[in-house]
């Protein structure tokens, strides 16, 4: 069995990138614990985790190269030298992973600096679905028909004169899937593409990588600042941050979105160019957000909607029907192109479950539109909902 590895440092979503030069440039000392949520109950095969703590131990050899930081100061000058001289000084520490496997259930914890723990999560969770199917021998359809597949799903995306972009690495049944499928996207030139959220796969496209922020980002606020200016303080120091210097768009849900909006203030609005829509009914939001510009006077087809919740063809093809001539839309789409293989899909997340502002450490809450994918202890989950509740009477 040939061992799945992360070969590139960049081998990672770009936002967690960002996400990190915010950090360190705002909260260098903060600690944080992120927890591995099995949200589909599967059950991990025997010395699972064993394997998974030796595939680790050889991240810790990974470096940011000569090639690869010239492609970022090329591609992303949202990034600094400061940055730039923190990542070419970056090494994984497997220390900071604890992997405890009982039986078929396995738990895994992350632990550390905020600034460095931030790139674990996603190379982990595409290392634990890789695993996941070479170990259990799930066989997954041809190279040929995964081909044939990806190239059909794209004609449809051409055909409904959509922009679409690719966020699965979290999700990738494995590397070589991954790599097949976006070197179809750039061989065929299809406009229709406008790129990939993984640095390592833009730097070998020439691309710009594509991204927002996380659901974290704004939960440390809420633990920084309390839940009622957890939105308006991440959205204000992102800008801060970054100023024009990203496509900034505003995530909606970590507080739901009703929260989100009563925050969403005049200023930022005209700030970010659009919303990140990442659970519940996308109709639903489409009207809440239009009806939140209207109330500003802000012209909607000036503003974009990321579309980034378990998109196909199908989905994308109603909500793009639903937004035309009334905003514009962006479809971000994971595993319905790194993993629709013939496989069932792994439902797992990693997410940061405390942190320690001022040096206290406090559980933190994601209250998603969707129920299912809030995360947190129960009761500072009921807790949150008194307090968003309450803030929105």
């Known amino acids: 069995m040939n061992i799945p590895r992360i070969s590139s440092l960049l081998d ?212 920084q600042y309390g839940i009622n200016q957890a939105n308006q303080l991440a959205m204000l120091n992102w800008i801060n941050i970054y100023k024009n210097k990203l496509h900034n768009i505003a995530l909606s849900d970590t507080y739901t979105t009703p929260m989100f909006f009563k925050n969403f203030n005049k200023t930022l609005t005209n700030q970010f160019q659009g919303i990140r829509h990442d659970s519940g009914n996308p109709f639903i939001f489409i009207n809440k957000t239009l009806k939140h510009y209207n109330k500003f006077h802000i012209n909607p087809l000036n503003k974009t909607i990321i579309f980034s919740d378990n998109l196909n063809p199908n989905t994308v093809a109603k909500i793009a029907s639903f937004c035309k001539k009334k905003i514009n839309s962006l479809f971000c789409i994971g595993t319905n192109f790194t993993n629709d293989v013939g496989v069932n899909t792994l439902n797992i997340v990693i997410k940061m479950i405390k942190t320690n502002p001022k040096n206290k450490w406090i559980y933190v809450v994601k209250l998603s539109d969707n129920h299912t994918k809030s995360t947190g202890q129960k009761n500072m989950i009921h807790l949150v909902k008194q307090i968003v509740k309450k803030s929105l009477l």
């Open 12 to 223: 990672n979503d770009f936002y967690k990138f960002t996400m990190q030069n915010a950090v360190l440039k705002l909260f260098p000392n903060v600690q944080v614990k992120y927890q591995f949520i099995n949200r589909g109950y599967h059950h991990f095969p025997k010395n699972f985790g064993n394997i998974l703590k030796e595939i680790l131990c050889t991240m810790k050899n990974l470096k940011l190269t000569y090639t690869e930081r010239l492609y970022l100061e090329k591609y992303c000058p949202c990034f600094d030298s400061t940055y730039l001289n923190f990542l070419h000084h970056y090494r994984y520490n497997p220390k900071e992973v604890t992997i405890i496997q009982t039986g078929s259930h396995m738990n895994m914890y992350i632990e550390g600096l905020w600034s460095r723990t931030i790139l674990w999560e996603v190379p982990l969770l595409a290392l634990i679905s890789e695993l996941y199917y070479k170990i259990t021998n799930l066989q997954r359809i041809s190279y040929n028909k995964i081909i044939i597949s990806t190239i059909n799903k794209l004609k449809i995306y051409q055909n409904l004169n959509v922009k679409i972009g690719e966020y699965g690495t979290r999700r990738r049944y494995s590397y070589k899937v991954h790599k097949t499928i976006l070197n179809i996207f750039n061989k065929k030139k299809y406009t229709c593409f406008i790129g990939s959220s993984n640095v390592h796969f833009s730097k070998n496209l020439s691309m710009k990588p594509i991204g927002t922020q996380g659901h974290e980002w704004t939960m440390f606020h809420a633990a």
